[in-house]
Structures are given as structure tokens and as C-alpha cells.
T-cell receptor, first 112, second 115 residues
């Protein structure tokens, strides 16, 4: 059974810092991995999607990497801003399906 | 880009009543949609897979008679929480993959509060 864990559970940093969020999964037979952002009481915003054959994806200040063999993904946020404050979720799609197993989330607070 | 909507965005109901939540794909057809549940300060848990024209498939531990799913058209799936109780209070989110791509779009969620 696939399990997805995110470390740290919460993170508070001053504005401008570069930071790394970690995601690990137990079954390497994944279809893809996606990082989401969730603001309090809101739905999900997709940030980056990495296919199982890819090593990384970039969008603006965000970079996500995937090491399928070791069951790890990282989300790198450069020059963090207060507007980046949110909960970040990683989710893995089981190979051959579109079902997503979500991680436990990292609550990020960027201080002005 | 593709959009998935949910209605209502929030609902408060009395214990014992039934509540219907709609999930619509606005500019694409979705033969499959997914329903997730998120309890406060927890992550999303997949409840069921909604299949157009056939029965939904439920994840282990989810009561199919309590959470009725109907995928009547290629753009609409509904989740009905029957005889709702306070422990059913949660944030319900649906998602739908676009055909031919790996992108999956999530709805904005429905917050259900059962008194």
C-alpha cells in the first residue's frame, strides 16, 4: 500500500529565504507525482506535475525533482515571499491509474 | 484551462438529513471523476472513483450506501451523503483527469457541516 510522507510538517521562514520541502513515498511504481498548494479553507492549486520518466520540472521560482528509485521528491522554492504561505501537498498517482495518494502536507509560513 | 466546479461551496445541515454535492467539468468531458475527503488539519483521502455510466468504486472503509455517487453524464458527478451525522462534517473535493493528458483538475471543494 502506497504511503506518502512529507517533512517537515510545518515550517516558518523569513522572507527571501530559499527553502526545500520533502516528500517520500513507499512504492516506486508511480505514474506521476504532483505538488499542490492549498490555502486555508480552499481547494487545491496544482503547482508542478512530474511524470515518472522525468527528473524535474520548473515553474518560475518553483523547482520540483523526482528520484523514483529512492521514493523521494523535493519542492524547492526560491526567494520565498509572504504570499507563498500555504500548505503544500505532494501526491502520487498509482501506476496505471489517476488515483492520487496525498501526503500529510507541509504548512509553510513566510514572515515579512 | 480546464475547470472543475463544485456546488454548493458550503452547506450546513441537520443530523439525519441527506446532502447532495455536485462536481462538474466545465469545458471537457470526464468519464472518470474522483471524490476526496479532507478532515480538519489532515490530508486528502480518496473516497471513491466515479465512472460515467457504471457503478462507482469505493476505497476500503468507505460506506457505499452512505456515500451515493451518480455519474449521470460526461460532465457531472454527484455525491450524496445520506443520513448525515456530525462525524461526516468535512471538506469534500472532486477531481477529474482531462482525456489524453495526465493533468488532473481539482474542484474548489465543498465544506459540509452537520449539526
Amino acid at each position: 500500500k502506497q504511503e506518502v510522507t512529507q517533512i517537515p510538517a510545518a515550517l516558518s521562514v523569513p522572507e527571501g529565504e530559499n527553502l526545500v520541502l520533502n516528500c517520500s513515498f513507499t512504492d516506486s511504481a508511480i505514474y506521476n507525482l504532483q505538488w499542490f498548494r492549498q490555502d486555508p479553507g480552499k481547494g487545491l492549486t496544482s503547482l508542478l506535475l512530474i511524470q515518472s520518466s522525468q527528473r524535474e520540472q520548473t515553474s518560475g521560482r518553483l523547482n520540483a525533482s523526482l528520484d523514483k528509485s529512492s521514493g523521494r521528491s523535493t519542492l524547492y522554492i526560491a526567494a520565498s515571499q509572504p504570499g507563498d504561505s500555504a500548505t503544500y501537498l505532494c501526491a502520487v498517482a498509482t501506476s496505471g491509474t489517476y488515483k492520487y495518494i496525498f501526503g500529510t502536507g507541509t504548512r509553510l509560513k513566510v514572515l515579512a | 484551462g480546464a475547470v472543475v466546479s463544485q456546488h454548493p461551496s458550503w452547506v450546513i445541515c441537520k443530523s439525519g438529513t441527506s446532502v447532495k454535492i455536485e462536481c462538474r467539468s466545465l469545458d471537457f468531458q470526464a468519464t472518470t471523476m474522483f471524490w476526496y475527503r479532507q478532515f480538519p488539519k489532515q490530508s486528502l483521502m480518496l473516497m471513491a472513483t466515479s465512472n460515467e455510466g457504471s457503478k462507482a468504486t469505493y476505497e476500503q472503509g468507505v460506506e457505499k450506501d452512505k456515500f451515493l455517487i451518480n455519474h449521470a453524464s460526461l460532465t457531472l458527478s454527484t455525491l450524496t451523503v445520506t443520513s448525515a451525522h456530525p462525524e461526516d462534517s468535512s471538506f469534500y473535493i472532486c477531481s477529474a483527469p482531462t482525456g489524453g493528458t495526465d493533468t488532473q483538475y481539482f474542484g474548489p471543494g465543498t465544506r459540509l457541516t452537520v449539526l
